[in-house]
């Protein structure tokens, strides 16, 4: 059991990985653009947070044997991310910046909090509860914030705007985790982790369902987290 709980933490952490590392193509384009366009960064700062908070809860002294948690999230997944945020506040307009700069003062906070409490005022299966419940719940609204994408591709018929390799690495990512909670009898792990298993399952559906209908997109063209609008994209083509 033992042997089979870290071999999934193993496989969570590669996968984690691999779509932590899926928006790049999408913030080189920014970066070519200097400009964000329609994207949104909320998912951005959304897994920022869920990475920070499971990054915690993933220590030794909040939750023992879940440091490979703390691994993927806590170090490089939190780094990414949080790169990720600063080119977004770099290139998005001016109007955003406000909103955007608000958010990561949200996330800051909310970390701080959790993180602070915690450490000070609660001890054992208490403070494991207390992350525990904070982690869940900010991975749960990470895992749902691109399913603009899914009613997008419902509406449109056609996974033009949905990486087939995101929705794979949302569903692999998201099973390792799940069974790797459910084998360690982690409830937070599982639970936060199953949702992004059935949310990468169902982008994959529609992928194979709608996969014939799928236009002609250059990979810049696709998006990884955040969505822009459609005919934003095509008149871009047309320019």
Request: glycine share 8%.
């Amino acid at each position: 059991m033992y042997i089979a709980h870290f071999l999934f933490g193993i496989f969570g952490n590669a996968t984690a990985m691999f779509l932590f590392l899926a928006p790049m193509i999408t913030f080189k384009r920014f970066i070519w653009h200097k400009s964000t366009e329609q994207f949104s960064g909320v998912p951005y700062l959304m897994t920022l947070l869920s990475c920070l908070l499971f990054g915690w809860y993933g220590l030794p002294f909040v939750s023992p044997h879940n440091r490979l948690v703390s691994t993927i999230s806590g170090s490089t997944g939190a780094a990414i991310e949080f790169t990720y945020v600063v080119i977004f506040i770099i290139y998005t307009p001016k109007k955003e910046k406000a909103k955007i700069l608000g958010i990561l003062t949200f996330v800051l906070t909310v970390f701080s909090i959790v993180a602070l409490v915690s450490l000070f005022a609660l001890h054992g299966d208490t403070r494991k509860l207390f992350c525990g419940i904070a982690a869940t719940i900010f991975t749960i609204i990470m895992y749902t914030s691109p399913l603009l994408i899914v009613g997008t591709v419902t509406r449109t018929k056609s996974v033009e705007f949905m990486p087939f390799f995101l929705s794979l690495f949302v569903f692999l990512s998201g099973t390792s985790w799940l069974i790797f909670g459910l084998l360690g009898h982690d409830p937070f792990v599982a639970v936060s982790n199953g949702f992004g298993c059935g949310l990468g399952a169902m982008q994959l559906m529609l992928y194979f369902i709608y996969r014939d209908n799928k236009k002609s997109t250059t990979p810049e063209e696709s998006v990884e987290m955040g969505l822009p609008k459609p005919h934003h994209v095509h008149q871009e083509r047309h320019d």
